[in-house]
C-alpha cells in the first residue's frame, strides 16, 4: 500500500524524497516520481518537516525511528511524524514521547480500505493525536483519504483501526467457511461468490477480494496470511489491555495459524478458504 499512497502524495505536490528498507525500491520509485531516493531515515528526516510512515509492524516502525541512522536523530525542529502502520496504542504512545521529546510532533493515522482504493485516494484515514498536530497533517491526508476522521488523543487511530481488523478477518473468515461450504453441497464457487456479492454480507472487503476467493494463487497477495496473523496478535494483546472478550478473534486467529502450519503463510490471507477446503477433503475421504 505504501506505493500508491506515495504516488498520491507525488501527484499533490507534496513528496520531497523518500525512502525504503530495500534501497533498490525507494530508487526505482524515486526515479519514476522525480525525488530523490534517500539511504536512511535520518537522511529523509533532513530533507522534509513532515514525515510519513507505512511499514509491517512495531519493530520496523522502531528501526526507522530509533535505529542508528533514525529519525530521532535527525528529526527538524518542530517537524510532524505521521505514523500510518498498523500498530499497538501502546506501541505508538511509546513512539509520541519519544518524538516529542526530539521537539516534534506525533500523528496515528492508519487506514481502512484496499490497494486500489489507495491508488485511488479512496482510503478512510483514523487519526489520533493533538488536534492542532491533526490539522496540521491535513493536507497529507486528504491526499491519501476521502474521509479523515479524528477519533481522539494519541493512539486512538491505532487503537480503532484494530478494532475494524478485527471484523475484516471475522469477515475473511465468514466468508471463507461459507464459499466451502457451498462449494461442498455442489454450487459452482462463482455462482456461490456471486450471490454473497449482491446478498445482505455484501461488504466491500467481500467485493475487492473477490479474485482472491474466486481463483486463489492468481493474484499478488494484498495481505500476507503471516502479517494477518500479526494483526490478530496485536488486537489479543489490545484486548487484554482493556478488558474486552473476543471469543471470534481466538478462533480466527487460531485458524490462521493453523493455516500458515499447513504452509499457507505466504499466500493472500484469503487463502484460509483453501486451507478449509484441505481440510474438506481430507474429511471426505476418511
Sequence with gaps: ?????????????????????????????????????????????VATDVLVTVVSDDEATAQ??????????????GALCIEMSTIGPEAVAALGARVAAAGAALVDAPVSGSTAMAANGELTILAGGDPRDVARARPVLDALGTRTLHVGPLGAGAALKLALNNIVYGLNQSVAESLVLAERAGIARECAYEALAHSAVAAPFVHYRRAHFERPG?????????????????????????????????????????????????????????????????????
Design 1 to 45: 500500500m505504501g506505493r500508491p499512497m506515495t504516488e498520491r502524495l507525488a501527484a499533490a505536490g507534496l513528496l520531497a524524497a523518500v525512502h525504503n528498507r530495500t534501497h533498490s525500491t525507494a530508487r526505482e520509485v524515486a526515479g519514476a516520481l522525480g525525488v530523490p531516493a534517500c539511504r536512511t531515515p535520518a537522511a529523509l528526516a
Design 64 to 77: 526507522l525511528y530509533d535505529g542508528p541512522d533514525g529519525f530521532l536523530r535527525a528529526l527538524r525542529p
Design 218 to 286: 492468481e493474484q499478488a497477495p494484498q495481505m500476507r496470511l503471516a502479517l494477518a496473523q500479526k494483526d490478530l496478535a496485536l488486537i489479543d494483546a489490545f484486548a487484554d489491555s482493556v478488558g474486552a472478550s473476543l471469543p471470534q478473534a481466538a478462533v480466527n486467529r487460531q485458524v490462521l495459524h493453523d493455516a500458515t502450519a499447513a504452509g499457507h503463510g505466504a499466500e493472500d490471507v484469503t487463502s484460509v478458504a483453501v486451507h478449509l477446503r484441505e481440510l474438506a477433503s481430507k474429511r471426505g475421504d476418511t
